[in-house]
């Protein structure tokens, strides 16, 4: 589905990826891993058009995206649940929803895409006045997902979700990617928490330094001694 | 209560539903891309000669005239957008401002090159009417509730629509935009447009109570951004609120002592509040 | 600096000939280039600091009216006059910048602040109708003829050399204000008050010295300005106009640079001189128009000035920086 080649980008004269290719089959949960700085934002910044790439490129369904900007990316079916969830504070629970489903296409199904994220996260019902800066982390993370969701995207970027939370919901967090899965999203997910990703996904990919490194079945990797040692603190 | 100071604070009410939605717009113009329009009420300046151009010119009917001034002034605040602010969008704010400055010029006098410096008006004559034993002009009335069906339909745009939403939500995160499948620039010239539309509204409410000249925008531009400050900038709500507590200042004082000391006092107050609570009267 | 000296000797010696060779009117133009030099420069010490005023109408105002109330109604020569509206201006720069340096009031709002405080002198001068004459404005009782104590030439050429003398005074002001704190300092605190702090300099102190030296001379200059005109009104010393032409002129000549200041002077009166001229009075506000659109662009493509384009270009690699 996600076919990306040799994608190399970087912030004006330093480089943060060199060359990187990975893909994604619909249906799968794909883990990127790797230390703190090694670039996992970058690709996911790259992928939604939020970042330029310096070179490669990226298609979805064969469709070559890396010529779009951010706003048309989304429209062609991928959404990004940014690094540090980045919800608009002021607005409403509610409000920050409407804003995932802002493209043509999701706004003519508004109500009911409404309705079925707050089907899966019954909390934000709960919530849906306030506003989005008094969440816990936890929920907002929820709205975070929630909002990428409301586009019915064919692919969900997520970056780091779990980063910044308590234990205890860094498991809820895990359980919500898990009912996405389930849900039949196809999902491209950044991790620091390697054990509990790899958990969930069906394949990984190791960055290092703005280069993969190793990948293969989620299993394997999470067997492998060096990741294990290096990542797992094992 | 002495039934004149009674009148004045009534004046005061109804100058303040004008400038209130005056900084609604410069608010909205500075929360979202984040420029203050020095030249706003020169906008303001062009509508109301747009108005008096169709109606006196081209002798339309006033309504239909007040609806073209007020999508010419859209238009303009697009062009102004397009031409000066987008092409330093990423330069010092203060040159942004500059920029602006320089247009105040030109606008200034374009419009003296095109119409001179005579004082223009629609020739209304409009009742006062009687309220008890107070006077209220009735063109202010309308004026008051004009701006506040105007500034209504504003508060309803941007709480329920999409686009208005979309508004909002830019200013509270610019980066993350494109992730919602928000094109910036698009809501950028919306919000400068819907900018330019406010202050074509207010360039016809005002139309109906004062005469337009070239330099009119001088008489209540500095008065606009002051309130917007008060009301902290880019704050909608403190910056309505604001329009009228400056507009009792200068109603109340103006009663007391005279229009220009009025105006001296509301200017001081400013500094002052400024001075001791930078974040405007009603920020955190 | 040594190729300097002389070619600036050379300068002030064509400056001191000049109205010999000068029809009035072009005397006049020089004049105004010198006073306005004065004003834009006085501007810019503050300016170049990061503290864009868009309110020296204020002390403009109080520069231009205080000593012609003085010697109107008291008959207090300018002498006096201009120094208390000097002190004046200075304590109005104090009452209103400690609090904002303290508050760090900057960028838009410090803009704002100061264009509000034009505002107080402008409708102050207005409000006071009764001595000033309101927006019609007042003229300085004649003495009649050119008077050191009243300090009225009513001969341009007389007028020149005052006129040069303070523009001269305050160029050394600028180059001593300069060496006082060193340029790099000035530097440091416009671009970063944290890292200027850091190297040692009290950068409130530092903020408040530029105001009130800046406040004072564009008293000065409102002063000069007014005695040479013998007339002044409220709009044309304090009004939103004067405060915008100001920085404008400031920004367009190069607002870091001795002599740009000037240049924008010299630029936008010449400017505004030439299109005046080539409109005639057909066209009111067709030469203003164009001064607008040049403003505009000028801000869009020269941020730094023509000094500044100059400079650079003088610094470019390959060839000897300039100056240092
Ligand atoms: N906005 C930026 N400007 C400059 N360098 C950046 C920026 N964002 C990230 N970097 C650098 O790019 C590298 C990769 O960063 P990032 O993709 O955020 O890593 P990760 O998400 O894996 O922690 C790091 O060395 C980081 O310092
Ligand atoms: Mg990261």
Redesign the interface.
């Known amino acids: 589905m996600l076919t990306v080649t040799d994608v190399s980008a970087g912030y004006g004269s330093f480089q943060a990826l060199f060359g990187v290719s990975l893909a994604v089959a619909a249906g799968e949960a794909v883990a990127v891993i790797g230390a703190n700085g090694a670039g996992k934002t970058t690709l996911m910044r790259v992928i939604s058009g939020l970042l330029p790439a310096s070179g490669g490129g990226f298609a979805l369904d064969g469709r070559a995206l890396e010529a779009l900007p951010a706003h048309r990316i989304v429209a062609a079916g991928i959404a990004h649940v940014p690094e540090n969830r980045r919800l608009f504070p002021r607005l409403t629970v509610e409000e920050n929803l409407r804003m995932g489903a802002f493209i043509p296409a999701a706004r003519k199904h508004f109500a009911e895409r409404l309705a079925w994220v707050y089907e899966l996260f019954p909390r934000l019902l709960d919530r849906r006045r306030q506003p989005a800066g008094t969440l816990s982390g936890g929920e907002q993370q929820m709205c975070a997902i929630g909002r990428a969701l409301m586009s019915k995207p064919k692919l969900l970027l997520m970056d780091e979700p779990s980063a910044g939370l308590a234990p205890l919901v860094v498991e809820q967090v895990f359980n919500l990617v898990r009912r996405i899965r389930a849900e039949g999203f196809t999902v491209l997910i950044v991790e620091q928490n390697v054990q509990q990703v790899l958990d969930i996904a069906d394949r990984a990919y190791l960055l290092d330094r703005g280069r993969i490194r190793l990948s293969g079945a989620a299993g394997e990797l999470a067997r492998n001694e060096e990741i294990r040692q290096a990542y797992m603190g094992i | 209560m002495d039934i004149y100071l009674l009148e004045a604070v009534m004046n005061g009410v109804l100058l303040g539903g004008v400038l209130a939605l005056l900084a609604l717009g410069l608010n909205l113009i500075f929360g979202v891309v984040d420029v203050v329009w020095i030249a706003y009420a020169e906008l303001v300046m062009c509508g109301m000669y747009a108005e008096w151009w169709l109606t006196d010119s081209a002798a339309w009917p006033v309504l239909a005239a007040s609806a073209a001034a007020i999508a010419f002034v859209a238009l303009l605040g697009v062009l102004v957008h397009l031409l000066v602010i987008a092409p330093i969008l990423g330069s010092a704010p203060i040159n942004q401002l500059l920029a602006t400055g320089g247009l105040l010029f030109f606008l200034q006098s374009a419009a003296t090159l095109l119409f001179g410096t005579d004082f223009r008006n629609l020739g209304l004559r409009l009742p006062v009417i009687e309220f008890g034993d107070i006077f209220i002009s009735l063109s202010r009335l309308i004026a008051f509730v004009a701006a506040l069906l105007g500034a209504a339909a504003l508060y309803l745009f941007l709480s329920r629509s999409f686009l208005g939403t979309a508004i909002r939500a830019v200013a509270q995160d610019r980066e993350i935009m494109g992730l919602m499948g928000v094109d910036q620039r698009r809501i950028y010239l919306l919000t400068s447009a819907i900018g330019g539309g406010l202050a074509g509204l207010a360039a016809c409410l005002l139309l109906l109570q004062y005469d337009v000249h070239p330099y009119i925008g001088l008489t209540f531009g500095p008065i606009t951004f002051m309130i917007c400050v008060l009301g902290g900038l880019g704050n909608m709500i403190g910056g309505f609120v604001a329009a009228f507590i400056i507009s009792q200042i200068i109603a109340i004082a103006g009663y007391y002592v005279s229009i220009e000391a009025s105006y001296v006092l509301a200017f001081v107050v400013f500094i002052a509040l400024v001075l001791l609570r930078p974040q405007g009267i009603l920020g955190k | 600096m040594t190729a300097r000296l002389p070619a600036a000797l050379a300068a002030l010696v064509l400056l001191l000939l000049l109205p010999l060779a000068l029809r009035d009117y072009f005397l006049h133009i020089a004049v105004q280039v010198l006073l306005w030099g004065f004003i834009y420069t006085a501007w810019s010490m503050m300016g170049r600091f990061g503290l ?1 005023s868009l309110g020296h109408g204020a002390f403009l105002g109080i520069g231009g009216y205080v000593p012609a109330l003085l010697w109107n109604h008291y008959d207090l020569t300018p002498w006096l006059g201009i120094p208390l509206s000097v002190l004046l201006a200075a304590l109005l720069a104090l009452v ?1 910048g400690y ?2 340096t303290r ?3 900057v ?3 410090y ?3 100061t ?3 034009s ?2 002198v402008l ?2 001068m ?2 006071l109708r009764d001595m000033t004459g309101g927006s019609l404005g007042m003229t300085p009782r004649s003495a009649g003829r050119a008077s050191w104590y009243a300090l009225q030439f009513p001969e341009k050429s007389e007028f020149y050399f005052l006129a040069l003398a303070l523009w001269l005074a305050g160029l050394a002001l600028w180059l001593w204000l300069e060496r006082s704190m060193g340029s790099k300092a000035l530097e440091a605190i416009n671009e970063d008050e944290g890292a200027a702090a850091a190297i040692g300099i009290d950068v409130m102190r530092e903020k408040l010295r530029v105001t009130l030296i800046s406040a004072g001379l564009t008293a000065l200059g409102g002063g000069a300005y007014v005695q040479y005109l013998m007339y002044v009104n409220p709009e044309t010393v304090s ?3 004067v405060s ?1 032409q100001i ?2 002129a400031a ?1 367009a000549g190069g607002m870091y640079s001795l002599l740009g200041p000037t240049i924008g002077a010299l630029l936008t009166i010449v400017l505004a001189e030439g299109l005046r001229v080539a409109f005639g009075t057909h ?7 164009i ?6 662009l ?3 493509f020269m ?1 730094r000035g023509i000094a500044g384009l100059v400079e650079g270009l003088l610094a470019r690699p390959g060839r000897p920086a300039a100056a240092e």
Do not use: E
């Open positions: 864009v209103v609090p904002a508050m760090r009031v960028g838009h709002y803009a704002l602040v264009l509000a405080l505002q107080v409708l102050s207005i409000a009004g939103v106009g915008l920085v404008f920004i066209f009111i506000g067709a030469a203003n128009t001064y607008g659109v040049l403003l505009v000028f801000i869009i941020p």
